[in-house]
């Protein structure tokens, strides 16, 4: 059994004269907000800012005013040119977008077979007209290779070296091959210039 009577406890009283106190309470010197490196950070990066944006428009309103006296110079310029030359780029315009769309397109063909496989005027025709080719119309065809940019005696020249090289021909065999109408079907004119500039 336990005992329920308990003395009570007497206060423990200090050894020493002087009172016991309190620890003391460290109070921080609080400084004021002007005083902080962080806060003169922050006030500097904001200065910044507002000069870099200040400078941004400045940048663009000067360029601005730049372009703006340089497309009035051109447009001046335009304003000087000859009335048949306006007249002639309007006429090239209006017959570019009155051209059809499948006329474009051989175009874009043609292009590439011209200028890439560089085939002869007729060969690029062909190739537009073809069941296995382009399937374009004749006339679509005969637009694109009136008025594809290209060299055909170069194209010519570039199947003639192409023989040379990888086939081993002579001049005569090559000019045979690039006249065949089984073969480049080049013009013979086109052809003589191949062979002339072979070995150049």
């Known amino acids: 059994m336990t005992n329920n009577n308990f003395a009570p406890q007497q206060p423990v009283q200090p050894t020493s004269q002087q009172p016991i106190q309190p620890p003391a309470q460290h109070s921080k010197n609080k400084k004021s907000l002007w005083k902080r490196w962080w806060f003169w950070l922050i006030i500097i990066l904001v200065v910044f800012a507002i000069a870099g944006q200040g400078a941004a428009k400045n940048n663009s309103s000067a360029g601005n005013t730049q372009s703006s006296s340089s497309t009035t110079s051109q447009q001046s310029s335009a304003d000087a040119d000859s009335p048949d030359e306006n007249t002639q780029n309007q006429q090239k315009e209006s017959e570019k977008s009155d051209v059809p769309a499948d006329y474009k397109s051989a175009l874009r063909q043609a292009d590439t077979y011209a200028n890439t496989m560089h085939m002869s ?10 069941e296995y080719g382009g399937k374009f119309s004749a006339e679509a065809a005969q637009y ?7 060299d055909w005696n170069a ?9 040379q090289e990888t086939m081993a021909m002579s001049p005569e065999a090559i000019r045979d091959q690039l006249t065949s109408q089984a073969g480049e079907k080049f013009t013979p004119e086109e052809a003589d210039y191949a062979i002339e500039h072979l070995n150049d």
Do not use: E, F, I, P
């Open 121 to 130: 005027k007729a060969g690029v025709y062909d190739q537009l007209t073809s």
């Open 155 to 163: 194209n010519a020249l570039a199947k003639a070296k192409t023989y």
């Open 144 to 150: 694109a290779v009136d008025n594809v940019k290209t």
